[in-house]
């Protein structure tokens, strides 16, 4: 009987074809007592898994990395093996096998309980993430110590659509064959490993299905919608049908959309916005480029230092930037300082709780309070602007103030610079993000101050409706059409103009197709936003005339509530483009 279960989606596209049920379960452990005479077997025993888990994920590394080269994904697998050479992690279990004299399975399951324990509760879905690794790497050596291998998914002989309670990084990257039509599981988020893997191979996925893998068994006929977020299992001849023209619809969409990749984001008259690409990665810009990004409008820097061991120095961070700039050439880079703090913590970083750490020392507020790690920063974008075009960009400005101290500090870093003759761009120009709302309300003097904004509606739907962007409760509040975000974006743009000085927006509004009119009629300069969401919103802008989006914003602008705003813009949206909306 055809059965519909609901997930998140994490990958658009979709698949249709007969389920491989990958057993990813956890192993069963059990607990045996050792003689003291043993300990010395048992700890060998213990370092013969790990030296294999080592070796199974070098493998899958190497082929990674000859097969697809920077886009492998190796950097995760990279992970892994940090995970495995932790110390900590080894020591504590041959700590129990030596003290309490019992197996060393069963020491690491107790050693894993109790890193995972930690994490419990944390809300940040990075550092679950980061959970999740730790369980894949553990899984793996307990495997290896009862003799169970896993099976790879590289193995896979046919096409098929993969179901599994959870999959690690390392399963995902080894999709790439095409022999993995789409996949399913019960755990993960939106911004999982797997998840952006998944995107970044355009492998239709959804995830949190909860029990998708108890539901589907190897051989069942199922039906995945990246889209939607559905997965349908025995579908019935009518579901079949429908799904496979959506399927057909869905690939021709995809691929009219891309034939417009060179061609410039400009109405029909002639009116020219700019679109760019956001990376917290750097195998995501390829991805950008293939879908005719003209640079990146926001490079989120904190990626440097979530899932590392140890802070990145500045020559870490200025490889990274000239990398950036060398690849992104000819167009520009905007590389947005620290956003750290709020939901997006460095352990190595993080010093006290903080009772409202969205309200708290985060972003531009702690990198002036942490001016050496700011220093640091600033130098080796700097140093990489000899490379290419970068532009800096400082995170939750809320008034002049910051502005300055952070402009004071990256003059005296120019003139150390200069002092050692060491090259850079001297013109390099910095932009604020307008998030806060403070902010949005001075930006008549914010613009006297800075060469560019960059409107981050993320935040600034969150700070100006006053709700949390990661509370379910309150996610009904969460308007981007709100009357409130409009007149901010607005006076923005108004603002910056008057300054003759750009203006962006990066938060995910401005890759919403939805909103794609209003934003081009309300005078955004550019637009920034994930690959995927490029060729339809540059589609939009080539279809209609500057009149036509300027009309629009105005009819919203005078609406009193969001849903009347979102009413008339869907409406509007649906005539205009019936095969999008
Ligand atoms: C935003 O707030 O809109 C934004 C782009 O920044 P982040 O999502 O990284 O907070
Ligand atoms: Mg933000």
Do not use: C, W
């Given at each position: 009987m055809s059965k519909t279960l609901k997930g998140i989606p994490v990958s658009s596209g979709i698949g249709i074809g007969r389920a491989f049920l990958l057993d990813r379960r956890k192993i069963k452990v059990e607990k045996y007592p050792i003689s003291a005479e043993d300990v010395p077997n048992e700890i060998e025993r213990f370092h013969q898994a790990l030296d294999l888990a080592k070796k199974q994920l070098m493998e899958i590394r190497e082929n990674l990395v000859r097969e697809l080269?920077?886009?492998?994904?190796a950097h995760i697998v990279d992970v892994h093996i940090l995970i495995l050479e932790d110390e900590m992690l080894i020591n504590e279990a041959i700590k129990i096998v030596e003290?309490?004299?019992?197996?060393a399975e069963w020491a690491l399951r107790t050693v894993l309980s109790q890193f995972v324990n930690i994490f419990?509760?944390?809300?940040d879905s990075y550092l679950k993430e980061r959970r999740s690794d730790i369980e894949h790497v553990g899984e793996r050596i307990l495997r290896n110590l009862v003799g169970k291998t896993i099976s790879n998914i590289?193995?896979?002989d046919q096409d098929v659509i993969v179901i599994a309670h959870d999959l690690s990084p390392a399963d995902t990257a080894q999709?790439?064959?095409?022999?993995?039509l789409a996949f399913a599981t019960d755990m993960g988020g939106r911004t999982s490993h797997t998840s952006i893997t998944a995107r970044s191979l355009e492998i239709p996925a959804v995830v949190g299905l909860e029990n998708v893998s108890a539901t589907v068994k190897t051989g069942d006929p199922v039906i995945v919608d990246g889209n939607e977020g559905i997965l349908i299992v025995n579908p019935t001849p009518g579901e079949f049908r429908n799904y496979l023209d959506k399927q057909k619809h869905y690939k021709y969409i995809v691929s009219e959309l891309l034939r417009?990749?060179?061609?410039?984001?400009?109405?029909?008259?002639?009116y020219r916005i700019e679109l760019k690409g956001n990376i917290?990665?750097?195998?995501?810009i390829p991805h950008l480029l293939s879908r005719?990004?003209?640079?990146?409008?926001?490079?989120?820097?904190e990626f440097l230092y979530m899932n590392k061991k140890d802070a990145p120095t500045e020559d870490d961070h200025f490889r990274v930037y000239k990398k950036l700039a060398k690849q992104i050439s000819p167009y520009s880079a905007v590389i947005r300082t620290l956003d750290l703090g709020g939901d997006k913590i460095a352990s190595h970083l993080h010093e006290e709780d903080e009772p409202n750490p969205v309200l708290g020392l985060r972003a531009i507020r702690f990198s002036l309070k942490h001016q050496d790690l700011f220093k640091l920063q600033l130098r080796a974008i700097l140093r990489a602007s000899a490379y290419g075009k970068l532009k800096i960009l400082y995170p939750?400005?809320?008034?002049i103030d910051e502005v300055r101290q952070a402009n004071d500090i990256l003059d005296k870093v120019k003139q150390e610079l200069l002092s050692k003759g060491i090259y850079f761009d001297e013109a390099i120009q910095v932009g604020v993000m307008i998030e806060i709302p403070s902010a949005a309300m001075t930006v008549d003097f914010l613009a006297r101050e800075v060469d560019f904004f960059s409107i981050g509606t993320n935040d600034l739907i969150q700070y100006s409706i006053a709700i949390?962007?990661?509370?379910e409760h309150v996610?009904?509040?969460?308007?981007?059409?709100?009357p409130a975000v409009l007149r901010s974006v607005k006076q923005c743009v108004v603002a910056a103009h008057s300054q003759g000085i750009r203006v962006a927006m990066c938060g995910e509004m401005a890759g919403d197709p939805l909103c794609t009119l209003i934003l081009l009629g309300l005078g955004l300069d550019e637009l920034s936003m994930n690959a995927p969401s490029l060729p339809i919103i540059k589609k939009i802008v080539r279809s209609v005339r500057y009149e036509q989006a300027a009309e629009m914003a105005y009819r919203a602008m005078i609406l009193s509530t969001p849903s009347e705003i979102e009413d008339y813009v869907e409406k509007a949206m649906r005539r205009l483009f019936p095969e999008f909306f």
């Open positions: 080269g920077d886009k492998g994904h003290q309490e004299r019992v197996n419990e509760g944390i809300e590289d193995e896979l999709m790439h064959k095409g022999k993995v417009l990749k060179d061609q410039p984001a400009e109405t029909y008259d002639g917290e990665f750097f195998d995501e005719g990004a003209e640079g990146i409008g926001l490079y989120r820097t939750m400005i809320s008034g949390d962007r990661g509370n996610a009904y509040l969460y308007e981007p059409l709100h």
